[in-house]
């Protein structure tokens, strides 16, 4: 029985790391595509002036929704 439980603790334990692994490389992957969508649309690669700006003002007006003082 205490093998059981053993064998049952240390498959749970693998089954978290794994899945912390698998967080941290989304986690990862997504911080480096924002990373490359800053740099390109800092460079006006991506979207249009007009686009970008439209872009600005709705995520400016959401924090002013919420709330949020952004000046």
Do not use: W, Y
């Amino acid at each position: 029985m205490t093998q059981s439980i053993t064998a049952a603790a240390s498959g749970t334990k693998q089954i978290i790391t794994a899945a912390s692994r698998v967080a941290g490389t989304v986690a990862l992957i997504a911080a480096a595509l924002l990373i490359v969508l800053f740099l390109l649309q800092e460079n006006g690669l991506v979207l249009s002036t007009e686009a970008a700006h439209f872009l600005h003002e709705a995520t400016h007006d959401a924090r002013h929704a919420l709330g949020v003082p952004c000046h």
